[in-house]
């Protein structure tokens, strides 16, 4: 009884998180496995493997994954790299007015996606929007461009919005690490003769390892399975252009109806995100542990 005490008491929490994760997680797995038309719902029929086969000779999905791996790596490199950029030089700087200025900076994590959605597509409409009355004030360009209409530029549009918007969260988490350093630290990196650089390589990123790992695994996860900015902004359009796998799922089950292979899809990026995650902790060796 004393060792099964523990278990016991953390009953209550398993069960919630088996009726509120595992449960869901299970059904969408058997629908992927049945022709689930919701203008038919009776007619279910079992069909195995049916769905991923498709898949596998789908075009739209191989180029929505494609279109994802250039959603989630171009916006992630760019988000880190500002919020690191940013982190490091709120934690150097002391000005009059900083924690306001704190305040400002980091008020886009506060919006809504949707809200930031709508505010991107206002300013990138080819027709009104004040990106291409800026460029053209400037004498950038001599017409105006459809940012949100056009297959070359509609992905990335959706790449700026969300690089805007994700800058903030990676500002946040690495300044808080950043603050946490000991200053001992780089006293004893001075007293050593280290330079600049070598204090940063030497003792400002190990330091800062464990909460860069989180951040870029947490944030590389909600970017891959986020999909109201796209749908807002370009709706997976011109052709497919900015159509990621997220979107894909949502478009099959809600505008297609077909629960069966929207399932299948969804499968499919649970699997490519515990793939990546498992690979991800491999590469840069974290342990649960580095985080404490």
């Excluded at 760019?78 to 919020?83: A, E, I, R, S, V």
């Excluded at 400002?104 to 919006?111: E, S």
Aim: aromatic share 18%; charged share 10%; glycine share 8%.
């Amino acid at each position: 009884m004393k060792k099964a005490e523990p278990y016991l008491l953390l009953s209550p929490a398993y069960l919630l998180i088996g009726g509120f994760m595992f449960y869901p997680i299970v059904t969408v797995v058997l629908l992927s496995f049945r022709q689930y038309q919701l203008m038919d719902p009776m007619n279910t029929p079992f069909i195995g493997l049916e769905h991923y086969g498709a898949m596998l000779e789908d075009g739209y999905f191989w180029r929505s994954l494609w279109n994802s791996v250039v959603w989630v790596g171009v916006s992630l490199f760019f988000q880190f790299l500002l919020g690191f950029a940013l982190a490091l030089l709120l934690n150097s700087t002391r000005f009059w007015g900083k924690g306001l200025y704190q305040a400002i900076v980091f008020a886009p994590w506060a919006v809504s996606g949707f809200l930031i959605a709508i505010l991107w597509a206002w300013m990138l409409n080819g027709e009104f929007g004040v990106v291409n009355d800026l460029l053209m004030r400037t004498g950038l360009i001599d017409e105006k461009i459809g940012f949100l209409s056009r297959s070359e530029t509609a992905l990335f549009s959706c790449v700026l919005a969300n690089v805007w918007f994700g800058i903030t969260f990676f500002a946040i988490m690495l300044l808080a690490a950043l603050q946490a350093i000991p200053p001992s630290l780089y006293e004893a990196a001075d007293i050593d003769g280290a330079t600049a650089w070598q204090s940063f390589w030497r003792v400002t990123a190990p330091m800062v390892k464990s909460t860069m790992v989180v951040t870029i695994l947490l944030r590389s996860i909600w970017i891959f399975n986020w999909a109201d900015l796209i749908w807002v902004m370009t709706k997976g359009g011109p052709a497919g252009a900015s159509q990621t796998l997220a979107l894909y799922v949502f478009q099959k089950a809600f505008l297609g109806l077909d629960f069966g292979y929207a399932a299948a899809l969804g499968v499919a990026l649970t699997a490519l995100s515990l793939a990546f995650t498992a690979i991800f902790l491999r590469v840069t060796r974290f342990h649960s542990e580095a985080a404490f």
